[in-house]
């Protein structure tokens, strides 16, 4: 019988494998369901997400994203200033209104492109990896982790700041995508 670990494994083959905390983690349990309602790691939930999603711009995509934007709007109070926060949520808002068939792929791929032409923010450059995540499967799982850590970076307790934002993460991911399934 094959483990849960060994489907993770087989999926990073066609591009970036799970990190090997993840596959280490995931070796207690023996389902993904079983997984998915206790992972405390939305990153590593968007990762999967992501790889299962189906095609680019695709419609099967449109949950992954919707989670994506919600994860990196959680680093929105870290934002430096107005103006960056700003360029940051008009990006998730726009990736969110994808989600619902309410913006086009070309407003998706203008909106991410306006917040990567000010990459040397850190809310904009992840707010412009939810909207890629329309076309790339593993950009959604980099929108959450860096919110984890811009909130690491402004808090006191790093570590505890950190974790609580990528279990927010993993909260808004369960209530937004079904537990996938592996084949």
Do not use: F
């Amino acid at each position: 019988m094959t483990h849960l670990t060994d489907k993770l494994i087989a999926l990073g083959e066609t591009g970036q494998r799970p990190c090997s905390d993840a596959v280490e983690w995931c070796r207690q349990y023996d389902s993904l369901p079983a997984a998915w309602a206790v992972c405390q790691r939305g990153d590593w939930m968007l990762w999967l997400a992501g790889r299962l999603a189906g095609p680019k711009w695709s419609l099967a995509r449109r949950p992954l994203v919707r989670a994506a934007a919600e994860c990196a709007m959680l680093e929105l109070p870290y934002a430096r200033d107005e103006w960056v926060a700003g360029i940051a949520l008009a990006t998730c808002q726009t990736a969110v209104a994808w989600s619902e068939g309410e913006a086009s792929d070309e407003d998706v791929q203008d909106a991410s492109d306006a917040a990567a032409a000010d990459a040397d923010t850190a809310a904009t450059t992840h707010a412009a990896y939810a909207a890629y995540a329309a076309y790339a499967a593993d950009a959604a799982a980099y929108a959450a982790y860096v919110a984890a850590y811009a909130a690491a970076y402004a808090a006191a307790d790093a570590a505890a700041a950190r974790d609580c934002v990528l279990s927010r993460c993993a909260d808004i991911v369960r209530a937004i995508i079904p537990c996938p399934v592996l084949l």
